[in-house]
């Protein structure tokens, strides 16, 4: 694995096996018998994205990161057809079967299409056995080309059109160059972001190979899961940076109105759409409060709500971090 400025342990790796024959680089840090955690990255990235959540979350969880296929140490899919929602459902399964215990409680975690996973997945077995509470991070379950807002023109077919041709694009991202990290950090991250995340971010999501990133682009633009986000009935968080181009802030709120069990929405001021990275001392915290209230007695699911939430939406104003 390529060292980050945020190296953990080395990890325990694991290989998953999906529905299809697709097999899956997993990463386990911390303790063993450890409350666990598992991250799933979105488009574009890797398990380094999770890089500052694992380093402080592993020193007492154990703490589960994979990369999606096509990216980071996964390999691509064999075709077409294993680009779609039930590819990432199936991988997702797949990572549970494999790093967990049968029955084993966990909070679960994605960001952008690792968000949409937990959606796709709703419904699915593993997941119902699985998930004690979840974090949506940056993310949403339809609608994502007319919505965003990386285009800055009014809403309606002309940025619609153009938005799509930008997501779809199937020219190479090439080097990291000061030009390419000014264009990422606009569409991506939000105006203040700190130099090095955004170095950080660039180096991510310029390694994914351009077919793989070309391939998952066209399944989000036709993305439905609004039926997965009422199948997700378990505690869940949503948060979203309040700069958000990518999955602006109307997502969370539609996310937040529709889960049978939001217990909280956060948005973060100033933060864009990598939220992981750039506010992680916000998102770690999330992770740690869902942890110590639903895996409070180490994995079986019997542990109450952190003091002050209820199955209500709380909503917050994140402090940028």
Known sequence: MKPTPYAAATPRVLTAVSNDGQSLHVEVYGPEGAPAVVLAHGWTCSTDFWAAQVRDL???????????????????????????????????EAVLATALAPGEKAVLAGHSMGGMTLMAAAGRPALRAHAAAVLLCSTGPSRLVPESLVVPLRAGALRTRITGAIIGARAPLGPV??????????????????????????????????????????VLAGLDLEAGVRQLDVPAVVVVGAADRLTPPVHAYGLAAALPRCVGLDVLPGVGHMTPVEAPEAVTARLRELAAAYLGDGGSGTGTAAAGRGDGITETEGEAV
């Open 58 to 92: 592993a020193a007492d969880h154990r703490v589960v990161v994979y990369d999606q296929r096509g990216h980071g140490a996964t390999p691509p899919a064999a075709g077409p057809s294993g680009y779609s929602t039930r590819a990432l459902a199936d991988d997702l």
């Open 177 to 218: 160059t000061p030009v390419s990290k000014a264009l990422l950090k606009y569409a991506t991250m939000g105006p203040g972001a700190a130099p090095d995340r955004v170095a950080e971010c660039a180096r991510i999501v310029h390694a994914c190979p351009r077919a793989v990133r070309v391939a998952w682009s066209r």
